[in-house]
């Protein structure tokens, strides 16, 4: 089983559309997990960190279950500009990336 | 602030020859990571330093690949003799403080080719 397994897509939406990514790790001593996001060929740049209790940055929404052991993202009101790779990242001592989540929004 | 330096941007090679890479973290930040992505797949971590110490390097496969980060500055990532499968992006990654996980910067990337 892999560290961290996420859905490849990919997701191709419409503007406007409500897209959910899911992501699931499998070290349950794991503390800190958050969402990158990558454009193609370039880097990867940190989105937002996944708290335990939720937590909500504009129009995207993160949540964390500790005991089903994966973390989610929500896009709500999608914009042309969010078409990107999500990557999943968990972390204990070091960061464990997922392969990632294509999204595409389409006009 | 600059940013995470790395060169060069591209590099092409054949099977068995060697490679290098340079990393320049950002000023002040202790901590280097290096990271392989292989199309289609997230960044693994190869090697992380804690200013001119390894704090891990367990996934790094030490017959062909090796790192130094001597003066706990700058950074560079050799393999020798390269496969066709080390073929990838490597990225440098530096943070200000050892296990703050949150707040790793990415360099631009190296893309290998081995043909």
């Known amino acids: 089983r892999k560290e961290v397994e996420q859905d490849p897509g990919p997701f191709n939406v419409p503007e406007g559309a409500t897209v959910a990514f899911n992501c699931t790790y499998s070290?349950?001593?794991?503390?800190?997990f958050f969402w990158y996001r990558q454009d193609c060929r370039k880097e990867p740049k940190l989105l937002m960190s996944?708290?335990?209790s939720g937590n909500e940055d504009g129009r995207f929404t993160a949540q964390l279950n500790r005991a089903s052991q994966y973390i989610s993202l929500l896009i709500r009101d999608s914009k042309l500009s969010d078409s990107a790779t999500y990557l999943c990242v968990v972390g204990h001592n070091d960061m464990r990336f997922g392969a990632g989540t294509r999204l595409t929004v389409k006009p | 602030e600059a940013g995470v330096a790395q060169s060069p941007r591209y590099k092409i090679i054949e099977k068995r020859q060697s490679v290098a890479f340079w990393c320049n973290p950002i000023s002040g930040h202790a901590t280097l990571y290096w990271y392989q992505q292989i199309l289609g797949q997230g960044p693994k971590l190869l090697i992380q330093?804690?200013?001119?110490?390894?704090?891990?390097d367990s996934q790094l496969p030490k017959d062909r690949f090796s790192a130094e980060r001597l003066k706990g500055v700058d950074s560079t990532l050799k393999i020798q003799p390269a496969k066709l499968e080390d073929s990838a992006v490597y990225l440098c990654?530096?943070?200000?403080?050892?296990?703050?996980?949150?707040?790793?910067?990415f360099g631009p990337g190296t893309r290998l080719l081995v043909l």
């Open positions: 330093f804690q200013n001119n110490g390894v704090v891990d």
């Open positions: 070290n349950s001593a794991s503390q800190s």
């Open positions: 990654a530096s943070s200000s403080l050892a296990g703050d996980l949150e707040t790793q910067y």
């Open positions: 996944v708290y335990s």
